[in-house]
């Protein structure tokens, strides 16, 4: 099976930088996804992580620790914009099975 | 460019009633994904396909059954409706590859009443 962990809601200010925590267990795994969802929209894509490391994509960046069964999406610059849900999903190592945990509500304030 | 396509987006439903939520991808995926989201819940994974003819239970299948006679197509079928199936459905697709990207359908609002 898998459990997958994020904290229920976050709050931070315009400009600041914000890291939002993912910590995993499964029986396999075969990289790991993070997705933005705006309140009423569909989820889309943000990064994935297979490999240990830091991975960067403008203002987003993501970890991946497969030891500790952890990762976290940064977030720098922080925008009104990125008031959002923020998704972590497992893939299994077999199968193509993508789970993901309950999402992370991202307020922005001014 | 048409990506994933659901319908409806909007159904009420009574108890004890059937429908059929459509879910259609013109991008030749081979994976395909139905989720149900609860309202400030994340994604629960009903059912998937890894190609035509293939299909496996995801977290909550109960109550729910589904098909794929051909790579575009994934409906998913709503047998004797309960007030516990209201919800969001998305349907999501994604090509070959460990990273591939998941595309979502815009989602189908259903409420059972």
């Known amino acids: 099976g898998q459990n997958i962990d994020q904290p229920t809601e976050m709050t931070a200010t315009e400009g600041a930088i914000v890291q939002i925590n993912c910590t995993y267990q499964t029986s396999g795994f075969n990289g790991l996804f993070w997705y933005q969802q705006h309140a009423g929209e569909a989820p889309t894509f943000l990064s994935y992580n297979v490999l240990d490391g830091l991975e960067e994509k403008g203002r987003f960046s993501s970890f991946l620790s497969r030891s500790k069964g952890y990762s976290y999406l940064l977030l720098k610059e922080l925008q009104m914009k990125d008031s959002a849900s923020y998704l972590c999903a497992v893939q299994r190592e077999y199968g193509n099975k993508l789970v993901f945990g309950a999402g992370t509500i991202l307020r922005v304030k001014s | 460019n048409a990506g994933v396509t659901q319908t409806p987006k909007f159904r009420i439903l009574k108890i004890g009633q059937s429908m059929t939520l459509q879910c259609a991808q013109d991008m030749n995926h081979n994976y395909m994904y139905w989720y149900r989201q609860d309202p400030g819940m994340g994604l629960k994974l009903i059912y998937y396909s890894v190609g035509a003819g293939i299909t496996d239970k995801g977290e909550v299948p109960n109550g729910y059954n589904v098909s794929r006679s051909t790579t575009e197509d994934f409906p998913l079928r709503l047998e004797l409706a309960a007030p516990s199936q209201t919800s969001v459905y998305f349907c999501?697709?994604?090509?070959?590859?460990?990273?591939?990207?998941?595309?979502f359908g815009e989602g189908s609002r259903l409420t059972v009443l």
């Open positions: 999501a697709s994604r090509g070959q590859g460990a990273g591939g990207e998941l595309f």
